[in-house]
C-alpha cells in the first residue's frame, strides 16, 4: 500500500472542497492504473482501506469525516428518522426507534459483516461500498467498471454474479442497507463544496450499467451524503429483512429481501419488496408487489407473489440456483412480516 497524506477538516464544505474526486472516478482508468493524484474521502474506511491494500486504489490524500460534528446521530424528523451518514452499523442495530417503525433497516445492519466490523463500519460507507466481484477486486483484470472494455464475468466464474439488469455488467450491488432502505421509501441528504444541498430518494441515487458502467451512484466529486431520511411509517406498516448466505457471519449474502407491508385488517394497502445481490442496484419487484396489493394475504398468495418477484431473471452460466433461493425468501419475508 502506498503512503498517503491525511487530513481531518473542519466542516463539511471543507471535506468537500478537498475531494478532487470519488473513489470510482479515482479507480476508473483506460489504463488499469489507479489515480496517484487524487483526493478521496474516507468514513469508517473498510472498503477504501481493501481497495488500497489490493492496490486498486492509489490516493494521496486521504479526507477524514469521522470526526465531523453531528453526522454520528439519529434524530426525529417529521414523524420520520434522521441518521447521519456516520452511524455505524451497530448503532443500526440497537436503535429501539427503528425496531418500531422500520425493522427491516435494524434486520440488515445486524446482519452485515461481523461484530467487529459493524462497530466501525457507517452507514454511508456501506450504501457507497464498492462491488465485491472478484473480477473488479483482481489486479490482474482490467474490467469495464474500471475503464476496461470487458466484464470477464459473463463468459468466467459467475455464480455470485446478477441475475437482472446485467446489461454490460454482472456484478450485484453490495449493500444489504440499501435492500432495506430502498424499500422503506429512504432518501439521501447530500452537500456539496458550496454548502449546497439536494435530496434525492435512494431508488434513483443507484444506477445502472446500461446507464453508467463506471460508477454505482450519482454522488459526484465535491459532494458528500450529509443524512439518510426515513419516512413517517403508519402503525399499520411492518417490515422485515431476510439474508441467505453461506456463512452466517463476515459474508455477503447469496440473497437478500426487504418486504414491506402496510396491512389493514389483513388487507394490504401498499406493498414495497426489494430484492438484493441480485443485480447492479437494489431491484424492485413491482409484480410481487401488485400480487399483494389490495389482497388478504395467506400462504397461497404469498407462494404467488415470490414466483412473481423473479418475471424477467435472466441467471447466468452459473447462478440459476439463485432463482428457487430469492423464491423462498420473498414467501418467507411476506409471511414473517404478517406474524410481526
Avoid at 471535506?15 to 496517484?36: K, L
Avoid at 443500526?92 to 459483516?113: I, K, N, P, Q, V
Avoid at 440459476?320 to 420473498?330: D, N, Q, S
Wanted: aromatic residues 4%.
Amino acid at each position: 500500500m502506498n503512503g498517503f497524506e491525511w487530513m481531518s477538516p473542519g466542516s463539511v464544505e471543507q471535506a468537500a472542497r478537498a475531494a478532487s474526486a470519488t473513489v470510482a472516478t479515482a479507480m476508473a482508468r483506460r489504463s488499469g492504473t489507479p489515480a496517484a493524484d487524487a483526493a478521496v474521502l474516507k468514513a469508517g474506511g473498510i472498503d477504501l482501506l481493501d481497495l488500497m491494500k489490493e492496490g486498486l486504489l492509489a490516493p494521496r490524500r486521504l479526507i477524514n469525516l469521522r470526526t465531523l460534528p453531528g453526522l454520528d446521530r439519529i434524530e426525529p424528523a417529521g414523524g420520520g428518522l434522521r441518521i447521519g451518514p456516520n452511524v455505524t452499523l451497530a448503532q443500526l442495530a440497537a436503535e429501539g426507534r427503528l425496531r418500531t417503525r422500520w425493522g427491516a433497516l435494524a434486520d440488515a445492519a445486524g446482519g452485515a459483516a461481523s461484530p467487529q466490523i459493524r462497530q466501525l463500519a457507517t452507514l454511508a460507507g456501506n450504501l457507497l461500498q464498492r462491488p465485491r466481484c472478484w473480477y473488479f477486486r483482481s489486479r490482474a483484470h482490467h474490467c469495464v467498471r474500471k475503464g476496461g472494455d470487458t466484464c470477464f464475468a459473463f463468459a468466467g466464474e459467475n455464480q455470485y454474479h446478477a441475475i437482472f439488469e446485467h446489461n454490460g455488467c454482472a456484478i450485484v450491488h453490495p449493500s444489504t442497507c440499501a435492500t432495506a432502505l430502498v424499500a422503506l421509501g429512504a432518501g439521501l441528504k447530500i452537500t456539496d463544496r458550496a454548502g449546497a444541498k439536494r435530496t434525492v430518494s435512494l431508488e434513483e441515487f443507484f444506477v445502472l450499467p446500461e446507464l453508467e458502467l463506471q460508477q454505482e451512484n450519482r454522488l459526484a466529486s465535491g459532494e458528500i451524503v450529509t443524512a439518510v431520511e426515513l419516512p413517517e411509517q403508519r402503525a399499520s406498516v411492518r417490515s422485515v429483512h431476510l439474508r441467505y448466505a453461506e456463512t452466517e457471519s463476515f459474508d455477503w449474502p447469496l440473497a437478500d429481501v426487504a418486504v414491506v407491508l402496510d396491512l389493514a385488517e389483513g388487507v394490504c394497502r401498499k406493498a414495497a419488496i426489494v430484492l438484493g445481490a441480485c443485480a447492479p442496484a437494489p431491484h424492485r419487484a413491482r409484480a410481487a408487489e401488485a400480487a399483494l396489493t389490495g389482497q388478504r394475504i395467506d400462504e397461497a398468495l404469498a407462494r404467488a407473489a415470490a414466483h412473481a418477484a423473479l418475471q424477467g431473471a435472466m441467471p447466468l452460466s452459473r447462478n440459476a440456483y439463485k432463482v428457487p433461493i430469492f423464491e423462498a425468501l420473498v414467501r418467507r419475508a411476506i409471511l414473517a412480516v404478517l406474524a410481526a
